[in-house]
């Protein structure tokens, strides 16, 4: 499956790169080979000599040369959590793509950290695949470090923090969709407006958030910070904090919910109080997953490219792959758009009065 | 990551396998390494000599022996379609067991097809897993023999058609799962019941509809053909089908939808004719998917363990690999069971009677 490389002249080398396998070697103590073995991600060798290999590695900035990586057919897909309902739309646009160019996708977890355990790194290396893709979910330093020495790149795809500024990545304008979707429910004559943001961790959900407030501060409006409750991007949160929003006695009119999951656990607040929406309560998501259509009433929301984000990140690393790790560092983002349901309305102060003008 | 295999005696191999690489070698004129090749899926053989070692390999009924398979530390997992909602409780079941395992997971998908496209098993064959988790998608005999000469196990989950005597499953028990949804039903007073199914060339949608008829059936209604719809799983159906029956001037008061996604479908139905769940029509799904707790009314719906049936099918393929083959084929079906919330009432002649008497 895999094409056989073009052996590559020097010249094309990083100027950075000073230290060859050989050296790397020698300086280690041990035989090339074994140095061959730490790369390939071998069992077979004494963990002391690893370590002291690695280091190595790492300290001279060695870069594995295309010429000596035989790559396997395959791209690894890594998530944060497995949990969340929008991690199919992902899935499906790495897939497309990988599939494609005739390669598979190995699909793994970190579980709830949030940089993937030391033996996942161990195993990629092992695997030698074509490029990584990590969603929602960073590497440390020394991960960096073990991929960039065995040439295999990697592109961050909706980063949970900030990815560092040499770190190609590819998100989505999140405070352009707060923004367009706090927006939409001023218009409507909404100005008690609540938000239910994801982890404050998340720079995604911080910026969703932060255009939230620019649309109520540039619409001359008051920002309420008890009317923004912290959720965790999931239905719980949203049940919960929903909960909380709606029994205050000067509860909002609106709530933007962070995400769609957290708007379906609002629905089922609002419909525990015997709130209708939207005749009682607005309610406003982000992604825009399939079940937005579906639920009663279809939700209003912004949405999010996935899959297009997910075929542009996996695009990117095979990318990254062909140009011998030489491109620029990239940060794309794809553009949301709002979609208006069923779920957002007029609120009833201002139906009223416009029943009373007319 | 592997460990080493240990090497076995003639003794251990099956008796049907008289044929060794060097014997299959001298059939095809080619030598031991090229046969080797092969076997491994590698890419640069001829097509011609590929062919007729393939053709020797499965006239031989040969397999290879353990000793000389090194396996990566893979599971694959193949989906039908990865459009579905539920392949991600399918996903995460087969992830668990893979992390426990120290294996990773590679995805791919049929695209549609209910055989994985040829050039699917050469990759397998390249890749050597551990073993093959095909969900709702089938093997043909020849990608069958392929793996079965490269010693990698299958197992197939929810098997769409027939699979065979001889080729091991894992099931969950969808005829029992129709059968309670239908009792409950008709418990609840309901007589004409709708039934809406998935395609007729999946076996477990065939159960699904058979218990329906059974519950009727034993009940002493009748099953009325023009109450039974063909669906397809998918939300559109159950939206299209759905219209369908409710438009009818003795519409059903309960339905019966196949599966949540068509429940959900069902849902929209009702609310563009203006009828209310479960006041005018009671709905049950089938799956419980996380989102049949968030729609409006929460939707009553059989469950299937999905999760759990997917660990099973991991935990059967690695079995089965570490019992060298010898493992008898097995078919394991797991409970399904009513989960009743709140999408199902009596209907309104059965309480407009209640209200009568009382």
Same mark, same amino acid.
């Given at each position: 499956?895999?094409?056989?490389?073009?052996?590559?002249?020097?010249?094309?080398?990083?100027?950075?790169?000073?230290?060859?396998?050989?050296?790397i070697?020698?300086?280690?103590?041990?035989?090339?080979?074994?140095v061959s073995k730490v790369l390939n991600g071998r069992a077979d060798v004494a963990p002391a000599t690893r370590s002291r290999v690695e280091e190595l590695l790492r300290a001279h900035g060695y870069r594995r040369?295309?010429?000596?990586a035989?790559r396997s057919?395959l791209i690894d897909l890594v998530f944060h959590e497995?949990?969340?309902?929008?991690?199919?739309?992902?899935?499906?646009?790495?897939?497309?793509?990988?599939?494609?160019?005739?390669?598979?996708v190995v699909l793994s977890e970190s579980a709830g950290r949030l940089t993937p355990g030391r033996s996942w790194a161990d195993q990629v290396a092992a695997r030698r695949p074509h490029g990584v893709v990590l969603v929602l979910s960073g590497l440390d330093e020394s991960q960096r470090a073990l991929l960039t020495s065995r040439s295999i790149p990697f592109v961050v795809m909706?980063p949970a923090g900030?990815p560092g500024?040499d770190v190609p990545?590819?998100?989505?304008?999140?405070?352009?969709?707060?923004?367009?979707?706090?927006?939409?429910?001023?218009?409507?004559?909404?100005?008690?407006?609540?938000?239910?943001?994801?982890?404050?961790?998340?720079?995604?959900?911080? %910026?969703?958030?932060?255009?939230?407030?620019?649309?109520?501060?540039?619409?001359?409006?008051?920002?309420?910070?008890?009317?923004?409750? %912290?959720?965790?991007?999931?239905?719980?949160?949203?049940?919960?904090?929903?909960?909380?929003?709606?029994?205050?006695?000067?509860?909002? /009119?609106?709530?933007?919910?962070?995400?769609?999951?957290?708007?379906?656990?609002?629905?089922?607040?609002?419909? &525990?109080?015997?709130?209708?929406?939207?005749?009682?309560?607005?309610?406003?998501?982000?992604?825009?997953?399939?079940?937005?259509?579906?639920?009663?009433?279809?939700? /209003?929301?912004?949405?999010?490219?996935?899959?297009?984000?997910? &075929? %542009?990140?996996?695009?990117?690393v095979?990318?990254l792959g062909?140009?011998?790790g030489?491109?620029?560092? /990239?940060?794309?983002?794809?553009?949301?758009?709002?979609?208006?349901?069923?779920?957002?309305?007029?609120?009833?102060?201002?139906?009223?009065? /416009?029943?009373?003008?007319?």
């Open positions: 499956m895999t094409s056989p490389q073009p052996a590559e002249t020097r010249t094309q080398g990083r100027s950075t790169q000073s230290a060859t396998l050989a050296e070697a020698r300086a280690a103590g041990v035989s090339a080979p074994t040369r295309r010429a000596e035989t057919p497995l949990e969340s309902a929008w991690a199919m739309e992902v899935i499906r646009g790495v897939e497309n793509v990988a599939r494609d160019a005739g390669l598979s909706d900030d500024a990545s590819i998100g989505a304008t999140n405070w352009q969709g707060g923004l367009a979707a706090t927006r939409h429910l001023i218009e409507l004559g909404h100005r008690r407006i609540g938000a239910i943001s994801g982890p404050s961790r998340m720079m995604c959900s911080r %910026a969703r958030v932060d255009g939230y407030r620019a649309a109520l501060e540039t619409a001359g409006l008051p920002v309420d910070p008890e009317l923004i409750t %912290a959720g965790d991007f999931h239905h719980e949160a949203g049940y919960r904090q929903g909960l909380a929003l709606l029994r205050r006695p000067d509860r909002p /009119t609106a709530v933007f919910a962070g995400n769609d999951l957290q708007a379906l656990g609002l629905y089922e607040a609002a419909r &525990e109080l015997g709130l209708r929406i939207p005749e009682d309560l607005s309610v406003v998501g982000f992604d825009d997953l399939p079940v937005a259509r579906w639920v009663g009433p279809p939700l /209003t929301t912004v949405r999010q490219p996935l899959t297009e984000m997910a &075929e %542009a990140a996996a695009r990117l095979l990318d062909r140009a011998d030489s491109a620029a560092a /990239t940060r794309v983002e794809l553009a949301t758009s709002l979609v208006v349901r069923s779920s957002t309305a007029a609120p009833a102060s201002a139906r009223a009065e /416009t029943s009373g003008d007319g």
